[in-house]
C-alpha cells in the first residue's frame, strides 16, 4: 500500500452540518417566547424563503417526504394512478407516492446529468399517468423545459423533488419558481441548509397553497396564530382528512438563520467542487461533474463516476480511502433493488440508473473543509493502486 507524505487528519466525513451561534440564539428565543410549535417563526421563514426562491408562496412542513406526499394529494393523485419518476433517487422520492396509494413508474436517466431523461418519460406515459415527478439530483437542475413540454402535452402535473437544490439555478432562475406546479424542498442536516429535519413546499398558486396549509395541520379552517389572537371566540372546522405535517417555530429559528448564511455557504461548496475537478478531471479513470450551460450547480453532493478497471473496484477504492480518515458513501441509491419496489424487469430498463448506482462514489464536501482537507482527499486519490 501506498503511504501518503502527509499525516491522517482526524476523520475528514463526507457531510457536516454548520450550524452557529445565530441558530443558538434563534431557538433560545423561541423558547424563551413560550410559543414553540408552528407559529410566528414558521410563517416568518416562510416568507423568506419565499423571497428568496421568487416564488409567491411557501409552506413550511415537518421533512420533504411529506412535503412530496402532500404536493401529490394536492394534485389530485390518489390509488390507482401512475406517477414517473426516477429510481435514482433516495427511497422517499418513491415512498412519497406509494404512501398515498399511487404507483411509481421508474424511468431511466440522462447518464450525463443523473437526472431524468426526458426522451425515456413519455414512453412510459400511460392512461393512468397523472403527473411526472422530476428530482433535481444531488442539487443540479432536471431539464424542466422539455419536462414541462412533456407534462402539458398529456395533461399532466409537473412536481419538482427539489430536496437537494436550494440555491440551485436552471434558465437564470433559482429552483424554488416551479417550472411546474410545485417545487418540495429537503432541510434534513444532510442538505446545505437544515433545520434539523423539515421541509418546505413551494407554488405560485394561491388555492394550492392555501389547501396546504390546512393539511399539514389536519386540514384546520384556521391556524393556531389567528385562533390565539381572535378577539372573539373562534371555533375550527375540520373539512377533509388532513395530516400532522408542522414545522415547530423552534426548527424555523435555525432555518432563518440558515437562510441568511445561504450564499456564503453555496460560495464555499462551489470554490471546493471546482478545486476537485481541476485536480481530478485529467485522471482516466473517474468522471468529474458534468454541468449544462443552462444550470447552476450547488453541489450538495460532489459525485464521481468510476471508469473501467475503478468501476469493479469502487468497494475496494473507499475502502483504502476509509483507512486513511477520507468517509465516502456509493453513489445515488437504485429505489428498484430495494425490498418494496424490486423487480427483474426494472433491471433490464433502467440501465443507466444501474451503472450510476454501481460505479458512482461522492467524495467529502462541507462548509468546513479547508483546503488542506481537500488536498488530502485530492492526494489519496491520486495515490489509488488499481
Known amino acids: ?31 424563551r417566547s413560550g410559543w414553540v410549535t408552528q407559529g410566528p417563526r ?62 411509481p413508474v421508474f424511468v431511466d436517466i440522462d447518464l450525463s446529468t443523473y437526472n431524468l431523461d426526458p426522451a425515456a418519460v413519455e414512453a412510459h406515459i400511460s392512461t393512468r399517468t397523472k403527473a411526472i415527478l422530476a428530482v433535481h439530483q444531488i442539487g443540479l437542475s432536471a431539464e424542466l423545459n422539455t419536462l414541462h413540454l412533456v407534462a402539458a402535452k398529456h395533461g399532466l402535473k409537473l ?101 441568511g448564511r445561504l450564499d456564503s455557504m453555496l460560495d464555499k461548496r462551489r470554490s471546493l467542487a471546482q478545486r ?16 449544462p450551460e443552462n444550470c447552476r450547480h450547488n453541489y450538495q453532493s460532489y459525485m464521481v463516476l468510476l471508469i473501467g478497471e475503478a468501476a469493479a473496484q469502487r468497494d475496494h477504492i473507499m475502502q483504502r480511502l476509509l483507512e486513511r480518515n477520507i468517509s465516502t458513501r456509493r453513489a445515488i441509491m437504485a429505489i428498484h433493488r430495494e425490498a418494496p419496489y424490486r423487480s427483474a424487469s426494472w433491471e433490464d430498463s433502467l440501465p443507466q440508473t444501474s451503472l450510476v448506482t454501481d460505479t458512482g462514489m461522492i467524495l467529502p464536501l462541507f462548509h468546513q473543509m479547508t483546503e488542506e482537507d481537500q488536498d488530502y482527499v485530492i492526494e489519496a486519490i491520486h495515490e489509488v493502486q488499481l
Not at 68 to 95: R, W, Y
Not at 188 to 215: F, N, S, V, W, Y
Open 42 to 103: 414558521v410563517a416568518e421563514f416562510e416568507a423568506k424563503f419565499a423571497e428568496y426562491v421568487g416564488c409567491e408562496h411557501a409552506i413550511a412542513v415537518s421533512s420533504c417526504t411529506t412535503a412530496l406526499q402532500l404536493s401529490l394529494i394536492v394534485s389530485g393523485i390518489g390509488p390507482g394512478d401512475e406517477v414517473i419518476c426516477p429510481s435514482l433517487s433516495f427511497i422517499a422520492t418513491a415512498n412519497a407516492i406509494a404512501c398515498i396509494g399511487a404507483t
Open 276 to 291: 476537485y475537478s481541476n485536480a481530478l478531471e485529467h485522471l482516466s479513470w473517474l468522471r468529474v461533474p458534468y454541468v
Open 1 to 31: 500500500m501506498t503511504t501518503l507524505l502527509k499525516p491522517a487528519p482526524a476523520m475528514i466525513p463526507v457531510a457536516r452540518p454548520y450550524i452557529g451561534e445565530e441558530e443558538e440564539r434563534g431557538v433560545l428565543d423561541v423558547l
Open 159 to 259: 412536481i419538482e423533488d427539489a430536496a437537494c437544490a436550494i440555491g440551485s439555478e436552471y434558465d437564470g432562475q433559482l429552483i424554488g419558481r416551479p417550472v411546474g406546479d410545485i417545487a418540495c424542498f429537503s432541510f434534513h442536516p444532510r442538505k446545505i441548509m437544515t433545520t434539523g429535519e423539515g421541509g418546505m413546499i413551494t407554488t405560485r398558486d394561491a388555492d394550492l397553497a392555501e389547501r396546504l396549509r390546512r393539511l399539514r395541520q389536519h386540514a384546520m379552517s384556521m391556524s393556531d396564530v389567528t385562533r390565539h389572537n381572535a378577539k372573539q371566540i373562534a371555533i375550527e372546522t375540520y373539512d377533509e382528512i388532513g395530516f400532522n405535517f408542522r414545522m415547530t417555530d423552534m426548527q424555523a429559528a435555525v432555518g432563518i438563520a440558515q437562510l
